[in-house]
């Protein structure tokens, strides 16, 4: 019997007021998880509205295709939302992404996302394709792995974290469970922040990379201008500075008239988006669900298209 986690959607009903749903509306939720947010969307749209879902967890899609059973305004792609530019464009009116690890990922250890239980050490979105962490450490070399540390997870100590584990390797090994590399990585880290466990950035970072998910974020918001209608929603909740900058400077590039100073008396390419609000998280929400802590949702309005 498979065991179940819960999941706390994150800034629920603020991020699908962000959407403005409207009841024919169509829409896509780019990281389904557990459905949270998709059912809080369902319940706004009529019997033509439509709801477009993408996840690479084979779980999450498991969900949402007992959902699309029933409910025949819901179709799902298992894949991760840099395809969100394969859709028709201008057909949409609003899409939400939910970035990071769900609660059911981190609590499963069998998935390999936290140091806080022993698991195998894998960390993939979906399980059915790539390599795994431990596949990946069990090759690369010490440069490329300080580099993926100090890029993705921002740890000051990636040099000294990528030695440990190359020392561990030559010692006794490959490292394959998740406890055996959180014990390696706290004995590389110097200082602890307050609060944090030294293993956290390690994780962090090599999440991201194996699953390319910074380059993947990026993909999906460029796609976003060509798929959104005019006045269609852009909502993105992010959960490290890595991500929420990326939204924050596509959001402020993307709101901003374009001039090109080479040529006189050209009037400048008009905006393409409105930037709306950021949004954090309420204290009760946060008192009710720690992992919240670290959201930060942003939302911006396809600009109109110019006649």
Do not use: C
């Not at 009903?13 to 403005?20: S, Y």
């Not at 852009?234 to 890595?242: A, N």
């Amino acid at each position: 019997m498979q065991a179940t986690w819960n999941h706390q959607t994150v800034l629920l009903q603020e991020a699908v007021d962000a959407l403005q749903v409207k009841p024919d509306g169509v829409y896509v939720d780019a990281t389904f998880g557990r459905g949270g947010h998709s059912r809080a969307i369902l319940e706004k749209l009529s019997p033509d509205g439509r709801l477009i879902v993408f996840d690479k967890d084979p779980q999450a899609i498991e969900t949402a295709r007992s959902m699309a059973e029933t409910d025949p305004r819901l179709s799902l792609r298992h894949e991760g939302f840099a395809h969100l530019g394969e859709l028709p464009p201008a057909s949409l009116d609003g899409i939400l992404m939910d970035l990071g690890v769900s609660s059911p990922q981190l609590d499963d250890p069998s998935r390999g996302f936290s140091f806080r239980k022993d698991g195998p050490l894998d960390m993939r979105m979906d399980t059915t394709r790539g390599q795994s962490v431990a596949q990946w450490l069990a090759t690369v070399d010490i440069p490329t792995l300080s580099e993926v540390i100090r890029e993705f997870g921002e740890e000051r100590f990636a040099q000294s974290v990528a030695k440990a584990i190359d020392r561990r390797r030559q010692e006794r090994g490959p490292i394959g469970t998740t406890a055996e590399l959180a014990e390696v990585v706290a004995g590389a880290v110097k200082t602890r922040e307050p609060g944090k466990d030294p293993a956290t950035r390690t994780f962090q970072a090599l999440r991201i990379f194996i699953n390319a998910e910074l380059e993947e974020l990026q993909q999906a918001l460029e796609a976003s201008l060509h798929v959104l209608r005019p006045g269609g929603r852009l909502v993105v909740i992010s959960f490290h500075s890595l991500e929420d900058r990326m939204v924050k400077q596509f959001m402020a590039r993307h709101s901003r008239a374009v001039v090109d100073r080479r040529v006189a008396f050209v009037e400048p390419e008009p905006t393409r988006l409105r930037a709306v609000k950021r949004v954090m998280p309420s204290k009760d929400e946060v008192e009710q669900n720690p992992r919240a802590r670290s959201a930060v949702m942003r939302h911006a309005e396809r600009s109109e298209v110019p006649a």
